[in-house]
């Protein structure tokens, strides 16, 4: 599990793919040099397993789900990542629940300076469009943000100077391509919700009422 809040910014060595999957290798900072075999860590919002770690250089596989789904299959040599360790037990949280598993992948279509701020309004698959609403929360290249303006095919979120500045949407341009997680929550609300939809709510039987739990199968109480 993780926050959405990037922890520095890490630097692209090599992508080597294979038959269906590819290998990454990343050099990270100050914080890297910690990471063990095994453990997990967030690459531009992906969720993925370290299988090498010397120093602060790691490598992790991209399978062939990952590469279909994410922008990672499309990283360059030198190119700047955003990098998050899992949260720990009592670590503070401040940002909002980030799992790692990309939903879909956005496009950036507009820019507008705010002061020192900035703007930025980016397109999406429209699937994600049911769980996308104003105020809400999404990560975008593993950056928690908050959702301003929503469409059906687009949304806005505001990029403070610590965001332009600590993760890699300060480098990005029109026209680039972003993972993008919808809130955890809206997810599996959304879910239970369609499970929970009556297909005919204009007859209403005992057996009915007993299917959705609220009446035993038989007897009158």
Same mark, same amino acid.
């Given at each position: 599990?993780? #926050?959405?809040?990037?922890?520095?910014?890490? #630097?692209?060595?090599?992508?080597?793919?294979?038959?269906?999957?590819?290998?990454?290798?990343?050099?990270?900072?100050?914080?890297?040099?910690?990471?063990?075999?095994?453990?997990?860590?967030?690459?531009?919002?992906?969720?993925?397993?370290?299988?090498?770690?010397?120093?602060?250089?790691?490598?992790?596989?991209?399978?062939?789900?990952?590469?279909?789904?994410? #922008?990672?299959?499309?990283?360059?040599?030198?190119?700047?990542?955003?990098?998050?360790?899992? &949260?720990?037990?009592?670590?503070?949280?401040?940002?909002?629940?980030?799992?790692?598993?990309?939903?879909?992948?956005?496009?950036?279509?507009?820019?507008?300076?705010?002061?020192?701020?900035?703007?930025?309004?980016?397109?999406?698959?429209?699937?994600?469009?049911?769980?996308?609403?104003?105020?809400?929360?999404?990560?975008?290249?593993?950056?928690?943000?908050?959702?301003?303006?929503?469409?059906?095919?687009?949304?806005?979120?505001?990029?403070?100077?610590?965001?332009?500045?600590?993760? #890699?949407?300060?480098?990005?341009?029109?026209?680039?391509?972003?993972?993008?997680?919808?809130?955890?929550?809206?997810?599996?609300?959304?879910?239970?919700?369609?499970?929970?939809?009556?297909?005919?709510?204009?007859?209403?039987?005992?057996? &009915?009422?007993?299917?959705?739990?609220?009446?035993?199968?038989?007897?009158?109480?």
């Amino acid at each position: 599990m993780f #926050t959405g809040i990037v922890e520095e910014r890490g #630097t692209v060595l090599t992508l080597s793919r294979g038959e269906g999957d590819a290998r990454l290798t990343i050099q990270g900072g100050a914080q890297i040099p910690d990471l063990a075999v095994g453990q997990s860590i967030a690459v531009d919002g992906v969720c993925l397993t370290v299988i090498q770690a010397t120093g602060v250089t790691f490598t992790t596989n991209l399978s062939a789900e990952t590469l279909a789904r994410t #922008t990672l299959g499309d990283l360059k040599p030198h190119e700047r990542v955003n990098l998050e360790r899992p &949260l720990k037990a009592g670590d503070r949280f401040g940002g909002h629940f980030v799992a790692g598993h990309v939903d879909g992948v956005g496009r950036i279509i507009r820019f507008e300076s705010a002061g020192e701020s900035k703007w930025m309004w980016v397109s999406f698959p429209t699937p994600l469009a049911i769980y996308i609403a104003p105020k809400g929360s999404i990560a975008v290249d593993g950056v928690s943000l908050t959702l301003l303006e929503v469409s059906n095919e687009a949304f806005s979120v505001c990029l403070i100077p610590h965001t332009l500045t600590m993760t #890699t949407l300060g480098w990005k341009g029109l026209g680039n391509l972003v993972n993008l997680e919808v809130d955890l929550l809206s997810r599996y609300l959304q879910r239970l919700l369609a499970e929970q939809t009556m297909p005919d709510r204009s007859i209403v039987t005992r057996q &009915l009422l007993h299917e959705q739990g609220f009446a035993w199968a038989g007897g009158d109480n």
